[in-house]
Nanobody, 126 residues
């Protein structure tokens, strides 16, 4: 069993930065794929970024590429999402997720992930 706890959300102005953290406990996640998702009211949960530890490969949704960076510290069992140049449309609850299943790539569908954190709110204002 894996437990995921996100932190680092908050209120930030347009153009500002935040770094989200996701602390993992339980079974090791060093060989896992992990992802960041977000969901705003009335919208479906959206893939934001993901990382596959074994290869260090990353993937991003087009709208955040060149603004967000996903990384992690295996020794600390912690996943990060550095968010720069934040926009109004980045406002959402952000979730980290992982799966016990094997994947060749970094799945963007929420249905592939079976361990989720509780989420952390990010609000971008003027």
């Amino acid at each position: 069993q894996v437990q995921l706890v996100e932190s680092g959300g908050g209120l930030v102005q347009v153009g500002g930065s935040l770094r989200l953290s996701c602390a993992a406990s339980g079974r090791t996640f060093s060989s896992r794929t992990m992802g960041w998702f977000r969901q705003s009211p009335g919208k479906e949960r959206e893939f934001v970024a993901g990382i596959r530890w074994i290869h260090g490969k990353t993937s991003y949704v087009k709208s955040v590429k060149d603004r967000f960076t996903v990384s992690g510290d295996i020794a600390k069992n912690t996943l990060y999402l550095q968010m720069n140049s934040l926009k109004f449309e980045d406002t959402a609850v952000y979730y980290c997720a992982t799966s016990a299943d094997y994947s060749l790539g970094i799945p963007s569908s929420p249905s592939w992930y079976n361990h989720w954190g509780q989420g952390t709110q990010v609000t971008v204002s003027s």
